[in-house]
């Protein structure tokens, strides 16, 4: 079955970095499209980031353009999600998520647990 | 960007009963391809969010059929036939027209 695990997370200082992992398996990495959502605490599901099957085109939501980095490596079946700067605001769950399609268009059909950041002093 | 409102943003329902929930796009989420880039997404407590229904109307694999999608262009509706202590949970519609995906506020169902 489609298994999305997620790891990378936890206590971290203001203006630190932190790279978010997510492990996937049961299906094969490289046909899909993954995407980033956040949840800080209370809130909504925020979109965060896509990135294409093959890593040639990735997309950011205005609000952390520049600031956050997603990429993938296929042969380690490994999706990733760099943050720099950190801020208090960052801290949610983060969620990888799959995209049905390869280019991102489609549904989002299966989600990680999540990782929870907590940027905090 | 797309902007997705929901209505109501909390609804309590007596076991058994229907329900619905609205969600209203700021753009038409049916494209030249003749599909609907609308989904539904329901997160139980404590759990990360779950496909329900996908290009507007679609159940997703394992979903119960009292769950329903409708709608076409800027208004769709998600209805539960028959409310269970299990569908208990936060409802949120998303859009993947654009790359750049937004999700509604969320609509918080609670039983009565």
């Known amino acids: 079955q489609v298994l999305l695990v997620e790891s990378g997370g936890g206590v971290v200082q203001p203006g630190r970095s932190l790279t978010l992992s997510c492990s996937a398996s049961g299906f094969t990495l490289s046909s899909h499209a993954m995407h980033w959502v956040r949840q800080a605490p209370g809130k909504g599901l925020k979109w965060l980031a896509v990135i294409w099957y093959d890593a040639t085109n990735k997309i950011y939501a205005d609000s952390v353009k520049g600031r956050f980095t997603i990429s993938r490596d296929n042969s380690r079946n490994t999706l990733y999600l760099q943050i720099n700067s950190l801020r208090d605001e960052d801290t949610a769950v983060y969620y990888c998520?799959?995209?049905?399609?390869?280019?991102?268009?489609?549904?989002?059909?299966?989600w990680g647990q999540g990782t929870l950041v907590t940027v905090s002093s | 960007d797309i902007v997705l409102t929901q209505t109501p943003l909390s609804l309590s329902v007596t076991p058994g009963q229907p329900a619905s929930i609205s969600c209203r796009s700021s753009q038409s989420l049916l494209y030249s391809d003749g599909k609907t880039y609308l989904h539904w997404y329901v997160q139980k407590p404590g759990q990360p969010p779950q496909l329900l229904i996908y290009?507007?109307?679609n159940r997703f694999s394992g979903v119960p059929d009292r769950f329903s999608g409708s709608g076409s262009g800027t208004d769709f509706t998600l209805k539960i036939s028959r409310v269970e202590a299990e569908d208990v949970g936060v409802y949120y519609c998303m859009q993947s027209i654009q790359l750049l995906r937004t999700f509604g506020p969320g609509t918080k169902v609670d039983i009565k």
């Open positions: 290009g507007a109307s």
């Open positions: 998520a799959r995209d049905r399609g390869y280019s991102g268009y489609e549904e989002i059909d299966y």
